[in-house]
Structure formats: C-alpha cells, structure tokens
C-alpha cells in the first residue's frame, strides 16, 4: 500500500481576505491532487485551507495546541490534541511531506524555521523572505498563488 502524500498549511489566526480565498484554494488543490491537508486545526489559514480541502473530497488533519479535540474548526476531519501550545508547531512542520507558508507572523515562522530545518521543502506564498542557499540551507520556494503553490510542493515530493 502506498502511503498518501501530505501536506501542512500553516500561516495566521488573524488574516486578510485575500490570504483566506488563497488558504482556501490551497487546501482545494491540495484535495485535487489526493494529497492529505495537515494544518494547526484552528482559525484563520488553517480555517479556510481545511474548508477548501474538505469541500472537495479532501482528507484534513489539525494538530491542536490544547487536549480537546472539539476545539478543532468545524473543517478538520482529524484532529490531534497535543497539550503543548506553540510547541505543537514543530509536529506541524513536521508532519507534511512539504510545507505550505501563507502570510504569517511568528507562529508562521517558527514552523517555516523547523521545516528548513528538517530540510523539508517550504513553498510560500505572501510570507516570510528567507533566503539561506548562500548557507547551505534550502529557503523558500517562492510561489505566485494557491495552484502554483501546490504545484510546487507535488514536484519537489516527487523528487
């Protein structure tokens, strides 16, 4: 049996209309391609990609910050209770097979910091400048919107 790709989705609890109708089409290419959306389970980014995912037939995982897993938005198919709060971003980061970054604050970018850190592939779109090939380090995949974004990340998984 093959194991399904997976994707996670971070970015902001408080953001723009235009980052919502991007989440939300990232997590509809997500489900598109059969690929799994694993986001943080919350508001915002995670709210609207899980929305995009599971109104096309997609399968959502939320990694939540607390133990109840009715916290979780009303989109998340599966979620995950941790009991660590920001800690929670490393499983996020870790989780998907590639990284998905929308905007963002600092939350964002911790968990875009543990994937490069992992060497996990980190696509972005609106989000944080990192720039560390002159390092040896892998940096952000820049993308111009949703489809371009998950584009991306199926190709440098497929690698």
């Known amino acids: 049996m093959t194991r399904k790709i997976s994707i996670s989705v971070i970015g902001g609890g408080d953001i723009t209309t235009d980052e919502a109708l ?3 089409e990232v997590g509809k290419e997500i489900a598109l391609n059969n690929a799994t959306l694993i986001c943080g389970g ?3 980014v995670m709210y609207y990609a899980a929305k995009g995912a599971k109104e096309h037939g997609g399968l959502t995982i939320g990694i ?3 133990n109840a897993p009715d916290d979780c938005n009303d989109f998340i ?4 209770v941790t009991g660590l709060g920001h800690a929670r971003n490393v499983i996020v980061a870790s989780s998907g097979d590639a990284v998905i970054a929308i905007g963002g604050k600092l939350g964002t970018l911790s968990e ?3 994937a490069l ?4 592939p980190v696509i972005g779109i609106n989000t944080w400048n990192i720039d560390f090939k002159s390092k040896g380090c892998n940096g952000i995949i820049l993308a111009k919107d949703a489809k371009d974004a998950v584009k991306k990340a199926l190709k440098v998984i497929s690698k």
Do not use: H, T
């Open 22 to 24: 991007i989440a939300e």
């Open 42 to 44: 919350l508001g915002g």
């Open 64 to 66: 939540l910050p607390g």
């Open 77 to 80: 198919d599966v979620p995950i």
């Open 112 to 114: 875009i910091s543990f």
């Open 117 to 120: 850190i992992q060497n996990k």
